[in-house]
Antibody, heavy 118, light 110 residues
Framework: DVQLVQSGAVVKKTGESLRISCKGS????????ITWVRQIPGKGLEWMGR????????DYSPSFYGHVTISVDKSISTAYLQWSSLRASDTAIYYC???????????WGQGTLVTVPS | QSALTQPASVSGSPGQSITISCTGS?????????VSWYQHHPGKAPKLMIY???VRPSGVSNRFSGSKSGNTASLTISGLQAEDEADYYC??????????FGGGSRVTVL
């Protein structure tokens, strides 16, 4: 079975750095894109960006470009979403998702809750 | 980029049909056949219900169907069931090579 297992919930302070992970299993990891999606509590889904694990090529939403970094270690089938300086406004659930095309996502992780108290 | 426009809520009785609209522009919904729909029960992972406007992934009930006309895409749920109560999001590929989600629609089964 295809699975995307994300790292657990975290509470961080403003200005701290953070890296969350998404480990894929049950499929050929390098052959499928990984996308990250944000959901602020009580709000909708927002596309953050994607990475091609085969060559680490990334695309970012203008809303997130420069604030987050998406990376991958295909040797361990794991994608990452990283912040160098967290803000209170980064408090959200972050989902990773797998896809064969850039525009639809067929399997999703369980989500990682990131809390940055103000 | 502003989110695609969806109604905040849609409701129906068991057995009825409901339709959720998703309105964008010629730079996204109207310009591509790359519209998808996701079902999201809070606290769980979203689930792909429709992709490429009207294609159902394996395992998704044929009670779910998708269509598009101009800049507006639609998801229809027929034979509404209690388990269909969830949030539904549309998404579209855009001219900027990004993906835009709709604001989400809460479906309530009366």
């Amino acid at each position: 079975d295809v699975q995307l297992v994300q790292s657990g919930a975290v509470v961080k302070k403003t200005g701290e750095s953070l890296r969350i992970s998404c480990k894929g299993s049950g499929y050929n990891f390098p052959m499928y894109l990984i996308t990250w999606v944000r959901q602020i509590p009580g709000k909708g889904l927002e596309w953050m960006g994607r990475i091609d694990p085969s060559d680490s090529y990334t695309d970012y939403s203008p809303s997130f470009y420069g604030h987050v970094t998406i990376s991958v270690d295909k040797s361990i089938s794991t994608a990452y979403l990283q912040w160098s300086s967290l803000r209170a406004s980064d408090t959200a659930i972050y989902y990773c998702a797998k896809s064969s095309t850039p525009w639809h996502f067929d399997s999703w992780g369980q989500g990682t809750l990131v809390t940055v108290p103000s | 980029q502003s989110a695609l426009t969806q109604p905040a809520s849609v409701s129906g009785s068991p057995g009825q049909s409901i339709t959720i609209s998703c309105t964008g522009s010629s730079s996204d919904v109207g310009g591509y056949t790359y519209v998808s729909w996701y079902q999201h029960h809070p606290g769980k992972a979203p689930k792909l219900m429709i992709y490429d406007v009207s294609v159902r992934p394996s395992g998704v009930s044929n009670r779910f169907s998708g269509s598009k006309s101009g800049n507006t895409a639609s998801l229809t749920i027929s034979g509404l069931q209690a388990e269909d109560e969830a949030d539904y999001y549309c998404s579209s590929y855009t001219a900027s090579s990004t993906v835009l989600f709709g604001g989400g629609s809460r479906v309530t089964v009366l």
